[in-house]
């Protein structure tokens, strides 16, 4: 089974910065077959990215995904006082296993 | 407005089955665009998937709860269960139902309930 592993554990950072959260995977993901989701104190993930770098309907441009192969990158450009929250990277298809995810609080 | 409801009991004895509903409204389960599925979360496990399933009826599970998973749809009620057998302390989990694409591989989903805790306990 692919692991995926997720870096930095937490992120503290202030209204406005740049975030950069990244997913490794112990194997290589095929397809590219690798999503992002956002969760919220008492809420289910949402899922923000999928094959690696596609926009979920709804998602604000701010988010996007990179990445090939066993590392995969999620990036947001500005944030928004609502993109606070865990982070979860999914590699889905074949191997479906969840990272342990990013925390991005504020600084 | 598409919504997923997660029920069932909060609380199962050990070695008992585990068995949950999630009710479906504003989109039917019988369609070829989506499958349907199941992911719990704890704080040791994480996210964990738990499987899916098409309208054919045709399902798919994580290989490490294959042996004890089932789950199965009702299109006479826009509904889709989940039992798990023989449970621990280990399936003590928030557990969600979900939507997925079906144009795509397993195990992505775009559409969650809010979660049901279930607690495994004497």
């Known amino acids: 089974e692919s692991v995926l592993t997720q870096s930095p554990g937490t992120l503290s950072l202030s209204l406005g910065e740049g975030a950069t959260l990244s997913c490794r995977a112990s194997?290589?993901?095929?397809?590219?077959?690798l999503a992002w989701y956002q969760q919220k104190p008492g809420q289910a993930p949402r899922l923000l990215i999928y094959?690696?770098?596609s926009r979920a309907s709804g998602v604000p441009d701010r988010f996007s995904g990179s990445g090939s192969g066993t590392d995969f990158t999620l990036t947001i450009s500005r944030l928004e006082p609502e993109d606070f929250a865990v982070y979860y990277c999914?590699?889905?298809?074949?191997?479906?296993?969840f990272g342990p995810g990013t925390t991005v609080d504020s600084k | 407005q598409l919504q997923l409801q997660e029920s069932g009991p909060g609380l199962v004895r050990p070695s008992e089955t585990l068995s949950l509903t999630c009710t479906v409204s504003?989109?039917?389960?019988?369609?070829?665009?989506?499958?349907w599925g199941w992911v719990r979360q704890s704080p040791g496990m994480g996210l964990q998937w738990i499987g899916n399933?098409?309208?054919?009826?045709?399902?798919y599970y994580n290989p490490s709860l294959r042996s004890r998973v089932t789950i199965s749809t009702d299109t006479s009620t826009n509904q889709f269960s989940l039992r798990v057998k023989s449970v621990t302390a280990a399936d003590t989990a928030l557990y969600y139902c979900?939507?997925?694409?079906?144009?795509?591989?397993?195990?992505?989903?775009?559409?969650w309930g809010q979660g049901i805790l279930v607690t495994v306990s004497s």
């Open positions: 979900a939507r997925g694409p079906s144009r795509g591989p397993d195990g992505l989903f775009d559409y």
């Open positions: 999914q590699q889905y298809g074949g191997s479906v296993t």
């Open positions: 504003g989109d039917s389960i019988n369609t070829r665009a989506y499958y």
């Open positions: 399933i098409y309208y054919t009826g045709i399902a």
């Open positions: 194997q290589t993901v095929s397809n590219n077959y």
């Open positions: 094959g690696a770098s």
